[in-house]
């Protein structure tokens, strides 16, 4: 008996086996298929957008001086040859920004211009000719004459990757904070310095000599610097019209960009909620009218926020209105959409124990309805107005106005790429207050703490 049992439980088991083989292979054709799928689109990815012609085409050095450009300023020196031959040392080039009195790496004695660049790198100006050393290359010169500028290597040397001669241009960048460029006309030499220059105060400002402590203690002091005017209040009318980082307009731009994301999902929060009850099945019996509505939510959605703004745009001209209509068009099909599922998922019995009070039309809805989709409301008006924040800068770009705009122009300059980041830092940080804000809210209102 035993035997007979045990043969007859392998057989089970044996059966068992085989029916499970075919699952198990099955699946594991699946998932080959699908790894072979997505392979083959990956290879016709990378043929169709051209990937291995992006490579050949990027530029890693360019990337490398707009990082650098973007947290570091340069000093330029610059030596004419024609005209007024003096030499002039001016922060970014800038003729606000130059210097009654050269800095020490800078020396001028009659017709000759030293500048030390630091690590061995110098350089020498004399007339139309000027002498580079190089701590690993040796002295380099260029001349300018009649048929152009003349470069002489050390002998026996070629030139260096991180060198251009020509005939119309010497342009030698040995390292990433070190340039010296020559032309028929000037020279300029430029030497880089960690940090943004001149953002609290104006280059020729009087505070511009004060440490922040200095500053801090000047604030305090009884002793003005302006008989008519408080050292504070110098102080921040200093920083407010900074005519380089302009911090007065950027804040107001950075108001706009946040009022614009405040009205436009305001409105699509209130606008959205009433169609979302038309839209809803067990609010509205008409069913041509629930169609109308979720296809209005399909239209309003289905046309990007960008496009809405450069419609708005060509209607309405130019300002932070447009970006504010923009948004609430958007979000009013998004919000209304989701208002409308929040609604058909309500809580039947606790609508029924209102009407049962005897409340009208408002009462059933008041205390009935709003009551049960006011988590769902709060949290995605929350939510969507992080995400507004965004997209009101890129909004603003398009002419809307706000932090958005003044990005476009800084990154149109082609040099201020310091202002860039500084833009785009405040962006990020109002981003981050919204996101901390509207995680206090959603648990004060929704979780009670």
């Known amino acids: 008996m035993s035997g007979s049992a045990m043969t007859i439980g392998s057989r089970e088991h044996s059966a068992a086996g085989l029916g499970v083989y075919p699952v198990v292979r099955r699946n594991s054709l699946l ?81 000759t211009t030293a500048v030390d660049l630091g690590g ?8 139309r000719q000027l002498v580079m ?32 001669a020509t005939a119309a241009k010497f342009d030698a960048r040995p390292t990433i904070g070190r340039r010296v460029q020559m032309s028929r006309t000037r020279v300029e030499v430029h030497r880089y310095f960690g940090g943004w220059e001149n953002f609290f105060f104006p280059f020729r400002s009087e505070l511009t000599a004060y440490s922040p402590m200095e500053i801090l203690r000047l604030a305090f002091s009884p002793e003005r610097l302006q008989a008519d005017t408080p ?38 929060g209130l606008v959205g909620l009433p169609l979302a009850v038309l839209a809803a099945s067990n609010f509205t019996p008409s069913q041509i009218l629930r169609l109308a509505v979720r296809r209005l939510f399909d239209l309003l959605r289905g046309i990007d926020m ?18 504010a209509l923009a948004i609430a068009f958007t979000d009013t099909g998004s919000l209304g959409k989701l208002f409308s599922e929040a609604l058909e998922g309500v809580n039947k019995q606790q609508m029924e124990g209102v009407r049962a009070t005897g409340a009208n039309r408002w009462q059933f809805y008041r205390f009935g309805v709003i009551p049960q989709i006011i988590p769902v409301f709060i949290s995605q008006c929350l939510y969507y107005l992080e995400s507004n924040v965004r997209s009101a800068t890129i909004i603003g770009a398009l002419g809307a106005g706000g932090i958005g705009l003044m990005l476009v122009e800084t990154m149109n300059t082609q040099r201020d790429w310091e202002n860039t980041l500084y833009l785009i830092v405040l962006t990020i940080g109002l981003v981050m207050v919204m996101d901390t804000l509207s995680g206090k809210l959603r648990r004060r209102l929704i979780q009670g703490r």
């Open 231 to 268: 050292n504070w209040k110098l102080i921040g009318h200093t920083f407010w019209t900074n005519p380089d980082w302009q911090h007065g307009h950027v804040f107001i731009a950075l108001l706009e960009t946040f009022l614009m994301a405040i009205l436009g999902t305001a409105t699509a």
């Open 133 to 164: 050393e190089t701590p690993d290359f040796g002295p380099i010169r260029a001349t300018v004459t009649g048929r152009g500028v003349v470069t002489q290597l050390p002998e026996g040397q070629s030139a260096p990757e991180w060198l251009r």
């Open 31 to 111: 998932i080959i298929a699908a790894t072979l799928a997505v392979a083959a689109y990956l290879a016709y990815v990378f043929v169709a957008f051209d990937v291995a012609g992006l490579i050949a085409k990027a530029q890693p050095m360019r990337a490398t001086l707009l990082a650098t450009d973007a947290v570091a300023h340069k000093v330029h020196v610059t030596k004419f040859f024609r005209g007024d031959t003096q030499t002039v040392v001016a922060v970014e080039g800038e003729r606000t920004a130059t210097y009654a009195t050269p800095p020490d790496w800078v020396r001028i004695a009659d017709n």
């Open 120 to 127: 061995g790198y110098r350089v020498e100006i004399k007339d």
């Open 306 to 323: 960008l496009i809405w703004s450069l419609i708005f745009i060509r209607s309405f001209g130019l300002g932070p209105l447009t970006g």
